[in-house]
């Protein structure tokens, strides 16, 4: 009954969907796998796809490898969908890679069109930088962009301003150039407005030192005033301002009454010469 049960390990590594050329190929000694990100059937294959090429090709690994190692950066459904093809089905790398874009060909992030470009605008208060990470996304969901095509869509796509006109007056030659523009200029605005806020909390620290100072500082009670009676104010009589020289108003005037004496003495009644 042993000799008759297969291994399932002994299965797995006889049953790869390989030309014999490439399971039969020497792997060099001195040849290391790069890191790369696996593959569980859920994201886009064409990212996985493009990103393990890049890196066999900087390595300059031959054709059998790119086919053989490919198996590592998959993991559970993944793996076991190209564990699953039908032995000897897959001749070369290209083959293998068409293989698998066709069946995860649903998880393909669609692009979005050129025309969508139009639909970007750097709002009302945002920032140049905040503008820029936004507009640099929302490109690369499109695919093969014009190099001037690019440059007339950001350049509109800007709030008008000092950018704006010097994009205008002096086209870039290139969408790079433009870019490049931008992004110093973005560095800039960032550091006018952290110097402003430097500037404006430093004068209103030294504000808020000065009135606290103030404030900490204790006040004399106040006593209650006391008036004295010799500071009461003095009220004169009113005298007109006379309208003629004194000697003149001394002339004009009657004589004095005569003293008390006197008055009595003529105001005394007669005697009766009969009495």
Same mark, same amino acid.
């Given at each position: ?18 030309? !014999? ?9 001195? #040849?290391? #796998? *790069?890191?790369? &990100? ?30 053989? &190692? #490919? ?30 874009? !066709?069946?995860?060909? &649903?998880?393909? %992030? ?65 969408? &790079? ?29 030294? %504000? ?49 009454? *005569? *003293? ?16």
């Amino acid at each position: 009954m042993e000799g008759r049960t297969k291994s399932p390990g002994r299965t797995l590594l006889t049953a790869l969907p390989f030309f !014999s050329e490439i399971m039969s190929y020497k792997v060099p000694g001195d #040849f290391k #796998f *790069p890191e790369q &990100a696996t593959f569980n059937g859920s994201g886009d294959p064409r990212e996985h796809l493009l990103s393990y090429q890049a890196k066999m090709q900087v390595l300059g690994v031959q054709d059998p490898i790119m086919c053989r &190692a #490919f198996l590592p950066t998959l993991k559970r459904p993944a793996q076991r969908w190209l564990v699953a093809l039908p032995p000897g089905s897959i001749r070369n790398f290209e083959e293998l890679a068409d293989r698998f874009m !066709s069946h995860y060909v &649903a998880n393909i %992030k669609p692009q979005k069109d050129l025309t969508h470009l139009g639909d970007v605008h750097q709002e009302e208060g945002e920032s140049l930088k905040t503008y820029l990470a936004r507009w640099k996304k929302e490109i690369q969901s499109i695919e093969e962009v014009e190099d001037q095509t690019a440059l007339t869509f950001f350049i509109e796509s800007l709030r008008s301003g000092q950018l704006y006109r010097d994009l205008r007056d002096n086209r870039p030659a290139t969408y &790079a150039e433009a870019i490049h523009m931008a992004n110093e200029r973005a560095n800039t605005e960032q550091a006018m407005k952290h110097k402003r806020q430097r500037e404006v909390g430093g004068s209103a620290s030294g %504000k808020r030192t000065r009135v606290e100072t103030k404030e900490r500082r204790p006040e004399a009670p106040r006593q209650p005033e006391v008036r004295r009676p010799y500071d009461r104010p003095v009220i004169h009589p009113y005298r007109p301002t006379p309208q003629h020289p004194v000697h003149e108003i001394q002339a004009a005037a009657p004589p004095p009454p *005569p *003293p008390i004496e006197e008055r009595v003495a003529n105001e005394e009644p007669a005697r009766d010469p009969a009495s």
